[in-house]
């Protein structure tokens, strides 16, 4: 499978969500519903569909589709947030902390950026 990053960072080709919506893992699905939900956030195995936040259609639509940062990406029209100009920007430290795999994801992308600019 293609290496699919979103906006964030999140590596989506191997989210669970995203792999059991291209495999149509339907027992996967109702797995990450459970796995998912909380007291205050129930997820059903409908709520565990995603075709990767690039999608304009197939968004997860209680995790991602009102995510800031996809919104903004898509409106920058870059293919991840260390893309931007901007990075890293108030959404990137409000919802990306740097110790996570997502923020070592984008600073390793902004890096290489960085050095295909010099070159």
Known sequence: MKKII?????????CPVYIATQT?????K???????STDTCKFEKI?????????INGVNEKMCVDCPMRKCGMEKKVSHCAECNDYPCQYIEEYVPIESDNRK????????????DCR
């Open 24 to 28: 149509g893992n339907e027992e996967l």
């Open 47 to 55: 709520d565990m569909t995603c075709t990767g936040c690039h999608s």
């Open 105 to 116: 994801v984008l600073e390793e992308l902004a890096k290489q950026s960085r050095e295909s």
């Open 6 to 14: 979103a906006y964030c960072g999140l590596i989506c080709s191997e």
């Open 30 to 36: 109702e797995q990450l519903a459970r796995d998912y």
